[in-house]
T-cell receptor, first 111, second 115 residues
């Protein structure tokens, strides 16, 4: 079983709609959760971090965490074509490598 | 404040040669991480250095090695290059202070091409 799982996509969403990206993790002891955005050929850019159950909002982005279900999601409201990228979910590891990354979900926003 | 920097941006080598990639972390960060991202694939963890020591390495052969210098910059060496080593090599750093010590910030990467 993969430690951090994401649907690889591609996920296609019309411009202006809400994009919903999901991630599950296997280690119940995980404490820190991150979403990174990666444009093609570029390096990952940190979007949000979340540490407590519930929602955390930052502009058009909302991260949601449910530790009981071992589930973390990212919502992008009013999606723009510039949001088209691969979104990586990362979860803190057991000290061995600090963060474990999912394979990423490729998101395409259609004008 | 400057972010993580990496050099060179691009590197072209031939099979069997050695490649050296360099990374400077964000000022004040002591941990440096190296990842390999082959085309179309996810991030594969390579190495983690902290305070000059190798803390962990991923599932890569010994010809992938590195070190961290007293100023916390780091070097990744890949010996006996193979075609499948062609990838984007990413360096990230994290701070030892506060409660978000596992937040990693990435550099722009080095694109290694092995011919």
């Amino acid at each position: 079983q993969k430690e951090v799982e994401q649907n690889s996509g591609p996920l296609s969403v019309p411009e202006g709609a809400i994009a919903s990206l999901n991630c599950t993790y296997s280690d119940r002891g995980s404490q820190s959760f991150f979403w990174y955005r990666q444009y093609s050929g570029k390096s990952p850019e940190l979007i949000m971090s979340i540490y407590s159950n519930g929602d955390k909002e930052d502009g058009r982005f909302t991260a949601q965490l449910n530790k009981a279900s071992q589930y973390v999601s990212l919502l992008i409201r009013d999606s723009q074509p510039s949001d088209s990228a691969t979104y990586l979910c990362a979860v803190n590891g057991q000290g061995a490598q600090k963060l474990v990354f999912g394979q990423g979900t490729r998101l395409t926003i259609n004008p | 404040e400057a972010g993580v920097t990496q050099s060179p941006t691009h590197l072209i080598k031939t099979r069997g040669q050695q490649a050296t990639l360099r990374c400077s972390p964000i000022s004040g960060h002591t941990s440096v991480y190296w990842y390999q991202q082959a085309l179309g694939l996810g991030l594969q963890f390579l190495l983690w250095y902290d305070e000059g020591e190798e803390r962990n390495r991923g599932n890569f052969p010994p010809r992938f090695s590195g070190r961290q210098f007293p100023n916390y910059s780091s070097e990744l060496n890949v010996n006996a290059l193979e075609l499948e080593d062609s990838a984007l090599y990413l360096c990230a750093s994290s701070s030892p202070w506060g409660w978000a010590t596992d937040t990693q910030y990435f550099g722009p990467g080095t694109r290694l091409t092995v011919l």
